[in-house]
């Protein structure tokens, strides 16, 4: 259960740490498209999380940061 705990915070962490990456790096149209598919990713798995798959969902979005 605490590592569970753990991986949400750092999920919620990396969450706004790509969301600040969008602002810096992304026009603001494919911004929006990025923020939307973020936001519904994370909100997805936030929801329901299991703890071997939200650590392949986190080091998946880990690569892309």
């Known amino acids: 259960q605490q590592e569970l705990q753990t991986l949400l915070k750092n999920g919620l962490r990396l969450y706004y740490r790509i969301l600040k990456l969008h602002r810096r790096a992304l026009p603001s149209k494919l911004r929006s498209i ?3 598919y973020l ?3 994370f ?3 936030h929801e329901n999380p299991q703890v071997n798959f ?3 969902f986190y080091n ?3 690569q892309y940061y």
Do not use: A, L, T
Request: glycine letters at 6%.
């Open 60 to 62: 998946k979005w880990e």
């Open 34 to 36: 990025g923020d939307i």
């Open 54 to 56: 939200y650590q392949q």
């Open 39 to 41: 936001r519904q990713e």
């Open 43 to 45: 909100k997805h798995h």
